[in-house]
């Protein structure tokens, strides 16, 4: 309302009346002028303080509309306490808005820190909200695995019933995964559309590992249960049939003496696999001489048969010590040897050296290490069957590999001792020319940082 329809509504009847009085001699004119002046003035301020408070109650308002805090200002003649008022409640409102946006700023950043890829999915199942983990592992192909049926149940169950439900699935793109998916629906529905969580959790690595141990338990049954079985056959001929034929005796207790001889390098490696396995974590402390450790290896393993394979051994001049285990080194050595000589050329030298690696030889770390190396010109292995050759009981030739006494655990043992060292095993093969293995080893074992285990 402008001042001046303020001015006429208050001075409006005491003018009136001031005018009547006069005009019926009932007051001298003069005094009547007076009054209607002291009227017309007082209208005058008091319209003037109510425009600025009207103006000033309404800049309050559009505060609150706004979020903008009131200014502490003197307070208004007539409005005093309204004014003061608006001013509190506009303060309350943007703290309760600050501390709605803190939460809000915070529920974000734990669906974005959480280690498992999470989504949020609208009723129509189209996607409001993912968290890093979902890009990282996931990038472009959560629609895909949106579209699998199994996760379409779950989610259909959880909006259904109104609880978690899980279901597990197994993806083939972009990288075949195995997953564990739990929805979760989520009421009050979220302002963006928000109606269920789906959280993928990756189970490739355990279901991997659950895998791994079945399928050894089963291996070293399989294993064990051949010399037995012949073992078992063997005592029944010879207490029935082959009892009285000495010859026949003499033939199959022999083979019995190589069952059991089977047997026992089989335990004797499952032994040393598990031995190491489970020292994996502590590093080795040892000094180790490879200059005197290898001839030693070499003297000992020169009485074995070995399809009398010459070995060339090359010990580069001035080798430093490393931290080691010296027994495990000698197995590592011992075991490449073997299959050296068991799967290399008859009759050719199997090569072994050690030496410093050359500076930026690229196969090897940067550090300072040493290299052993074991060389043969056997067949060598196929490109195919390299990345696997270090799994347990694997092996590209199982008749040949059991005809030679192997276990298919040398190379699998090989892998264990060099990662307790922190070291770095390269097996190079060219069909037909033959196998190099080279194990490096660094000189220090490096110092464990607080917290880290191993
Ligand atoms: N020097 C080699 N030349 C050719 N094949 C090899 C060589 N070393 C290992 N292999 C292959 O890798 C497989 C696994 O080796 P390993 O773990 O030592 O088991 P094992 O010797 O008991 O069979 C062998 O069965 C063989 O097929
Ligand atoms: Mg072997």
Same mark, same amino acid.
């Given at each position: 309302m402008r001042p001046v329809s303020i001015v006429a509504i208050v001075s409006a009847v005491p003018v009136i009346a001031f005018a009547l009085l006069a005009a019926a001699g009932l007051a001298p004119a003069w005094a009547a002028a007076a009054g209607i002046a002291v009227t017309v003035l007082s209208g005058t301020v008091f319209a003037l303080s109510w425009a600025r408070d009207l103006a000033r109650l309404t800049d309050a308002v559009r505060r609150i509309e706004t979020g903008d805090p009131a200014p502490a200002r003197p307070g208004p003649v007539l409005l005093g306490q309204l004014d003061l008022t608006i001013a509190r409640v506009t303060r309350e409102i943007a703290a309760r808005a600050a501390r709605l946006e803190?939460?809000?700023?915070?529920?974000?950043?734990?669906?974005?820190?959480?280690?498992d890829p999470i989504a949020v999915l609208r009723a129509d199942r189209s996607v409001s909200r993912r968290n890093r983990a979902m890009d990282t592992v996931f990038?472009?192909?959560?629609?895909?695995?949106?579209?699998?049926?199994? %996760?379409?149940?779950a989610l259909d169950r959880a909006l259904e019933k109104g609880e978690p439900s899980s279901a597990d699935l197994a993806i083939a793109a972009p990288q075949a995964r195995e997953l564990r998916?739990?929805?979760?629906?989520?009421?009050?529905? %979220? *302002?963006?559309?928000?109606?269920?969580?789906?959280?993928?959790?990756? *189970?490739?690595r355990e279901h991997?590992?659950?895998?791994?141990?079945?399928?050894?338990?089963a291996n070293v049954s399989h294993e064990?249960?051949?010399? %037995?079985?012949?073992? !078992?056959?063997?005592?029944?001929t010879l207490l029935g049939p082959a009892e009285d034929d000495p010859p026949a005796r003499r033939r199959f207790l022999t083979i019995m003496a190589e069952q059991g001889a089977r047997m026992n390098r089989l335990i004797d490696d499952l032994l040393s696999l598990s031995r190491i396995e489970m020292t994996e974590h502590e590093a080795p402390?040892?000094?180790?001489? %490879?200059?005197?450790?290898?001839?030693?290896?070499?003297?000992?393993?020169?009485?074995?048969?070995?399809?009398?394979?010459?070995?060339e051994v090359e010990i580069a001049a001035g080798l430093?010590? !490393?931290?080691?285990?010296?027994g495990e080194i000698a197995q590592i050595l011992r075991n490449l040897l073997d299959n050296a000589a068991k799967y290399g050329k008859p009759g050719s030298p199997i090569q072994l050296s050690a030496r410093r690696p050359a500076p930026g030889e690229p196969v090897f770390p940067a550090r300072p290490g040493v290299v052993l190396r074991v060389a043969d010109q056997g067949p060598g292995i196929p490109k195919m069957h390299l990345p696997r050759v270090t799994e347990r009981f694997y092996r590209v030739d199982k008749g040949r590999s059991r005809a030679a006494g192997g276990t298919g655990l040398g190379l699998a043992i090989v892998k264990h001792i060099v990662s307790r060292h922190r070291g770095q095993l390269a097996i190079d093969s060219e069909e037909g020319q033959g196998t190099t293995v080279q194990v490096w080893l660094p000189l220090n074992q490096p110092v464990p940082r607080a917290g880290e285990s191993g």
């Amino acid at each position: 309302m402008r001042p001046v329809s303020i001015v006429a509504i208050v001075s409006a009847v005491p003018v009136i009346a001031f005018a009547l009085l006069a005009a019926a001699g009932l007051a001298p004119a003069w005094a009547a002028a007076a009054g209607i002046a002291v009227t017309v003035l007082s209208g005058t301020v008091f319209a003037l303080s109510w425009a600025r408070d009207l103006a000033r109650l309404t800049d309050a308002v559009r505060r609150i509309e706004t979020g903008d805090p009131a200014p502490a200002r003197p307070g208004p003649v007539l409005l005093g306490q309204l004014d003061l008022t608006i001013a509190r409640v506009t303060r309350e409102i943007a703290a309760r808005a600050a501390r709605l946006e803190q939460d809000r700023r915070a529920d974000t950043m734990i669906l974005e820190r959480l280690p498992d890829p999470i989504a949020v999915l609208r009723a129509d199942r189209s996607v409001s909200r993912r968290n890093r983990a979902m890009d990282t592992v996931f990038g472009d192909g959560l629609d895909a695995i949106l579209r699998h049926p199994a %996760l379409r149940e779950a989610l259909d169950r959880a909006l259904e019933k109104g609880e978690p439900s899980s279901a597990d699935l197994a993806i083939a793109a972009p990288q075949a995964r195995e997953l564990r998916v739990t929805a979760v629906p989520i009421d009050p529905p %979220l *302002r963006d559309g928000g109606r269920v969580l789906a959280v993928l959790a990756d *189970r490739t690595r355990e279901h991997g590992i659950e895998r791994a141990h079945t399928d050894f338990v089963a291996n070293v049954s399989h294993e064990l249960r051949t010399p %037995l079985a012949s073992l !078992i056959g063997f005592t029944e001929t010879l207490l029935g049939p082959a009892e009285d034929d000495p010859p026949a005796r003499r033939r199959f207790l022999t083979i019995m003496a190589e069952q059991g001889a089977r047997m026992n390098r089989l335990i004797d490696d499952l032994l040393s696999l598990s031995r190491i396995e489970m020292t994996e974590h502590e590093a080795p402390s040892e000094r180790v001489d %490879l200059g005197t450790l290898i001839p030693g290896v070499i003297a000992a393993y020169g009485a074995r048969p070995a399809g009398g394979a010459r070995i060339e051994v090359e010990i580069a001049a001035g080798l430093p010590e !490393i931290v080691a285990d010296s027994g495990e080194i000698a197995q590592i050595l011992r075991n490449l040897l073997d299959n050296a000589a068991k799967y290399g050329k008859p009759g050719s030298p199997i090569q072994l050296s050690a030496r410093r690696p050359a500076p930026g030889e690229p196969v090897f770390p940067a550090r300072p290490g040493v290299v052993l190396r074991v060389a043969d010109q056997g067949p060598g292995i196929p490109k195919m069957h390299l990345p696997r050759v270090t799994e347990r009981f694997y092996r590209v030739d199982k008749g040949r590999s059991r005809a030679a006494g192997g276990t298919g655990l040398g190379l699998a043992i090989v892998k264990h001792i060099v990662s307790r060292h922190r070291g770095q095993l390269a097996i190079d093969s060219e069909e037909g020319q033959g196998t190099t293995v080279q194990v490096w080893l660094p000189l220090n074992q490096p110092v464990p940082r607080a917290g880290e285990s191993g």
